[in-house]
């Protein structure tokens, strides 16, 4: 089992572009959510993806966007990125039957706004 | 809205001594979890040890245990018998028990480090 897995490790990006990061889930686990991590910082919660849909959102602009797959993996879309958006990106999964147990982490996303 | 506040940036230890990392949180509500996460270096948020708010039991794994004040609203990790595997970042956070998978709530971080 690989666990959850994200790609890619680091990416380095101009201000004003568009960044797609991706998740693929723990085998077995439906749910996924997406966490940034600012240098320094406790992560703080983006959204959450269940069936294919948003189900939580946390307090992040509309250039935030996300998507999953009927495979479960998932992505995050960053539009417009500004300087303050360079952070570490974790992908957090879980199972929607035992979500309260563990919810396992990726090794995240370095992403750079320069 | 709920917030976790981890009041001890950084904390040094000596191998096989005992560390105990702080934390508090505020909520309203009754029924959540409480976990502490750690994050070495490889980035990777790796659970220690889970707290359900309805059990009066302190949790513990091996070296790993905490303190459960649920009306202070408080929640401390011990580390007993450390060793330098246990140099990482430690995070405190909070769920609440919607029945559901629900958001991680995290404190800022106590970065600690075991020396010999």
């Known amino acids: 089992d690989a666990g959850v897995t994200q790609s890619p490790t680091h990416l380095i990006k101009t201000r004003g572009q568009q960044v797609t990061l991706r998740c693929s889930p723990k085998s077995g686990h439906d749910t996924v959510s997406w966490y940034q991590q600012a240098l320094g910082q406790g992560p703080q919660f983006i959204f959450q993806?269940?069936?294919?849909?948003?189900?939580q959102r946390g307090n992040f602009p509309d250039r935030f966007s996300g998507h999953q797959f009927p495979n479960y993996s998932s992505e995050l879309n960053v539009n417009a990125l500004l300087l303050g958006d360079s952070a570490l990106y974790l992908c957090?999964?879980?199972?929607?039957?035992?979500?309260?147990?563990?919810?396992?982490f990726g090794q995240g996303t370095r992403l750079t706004v320069v | 809205a709920q917030t976790v506040t981890q009041s001890q940036p950084e904390m040094s230890v000596q191998e096989a001594e005992t560390v105990t990392l702080s934390c508090t949180y505020d909520?309203?509500?009754?029924?959540?979890?409480l976990f502490w996460y750690k994050q070495p270096p490889s980035r990777q948020m790796i659970l220690v040890i889970r707290q359900e708010a309805y059990k009066q039991q302190n949790a513990t794994e091996n070296r790993f245990s905490v303190n459960f004040q649920k009306a202070a609203k408080s929640f401390s990790l011990k580390i007993s018998d450390s060793q330098l595997g246990d140099t990482a970042m430690y995070f405190c956070a909070f769920t609440l028990n919607t029945g559901t998978a629900s958001k991680l709530t995290f404190g800022t971080g106590t970065r600690l480090q075991v020396t010999l």
């Open positions: 909520t309203s509500e009754n029924n959540y979890y």
């Open positions: 993806y269940y069936e294919e849909e948003e189900r």
């Open positions: 957090a999964s879980s199972t929607e039957s035992d979500w309260n147990t563990e919810a396992f």
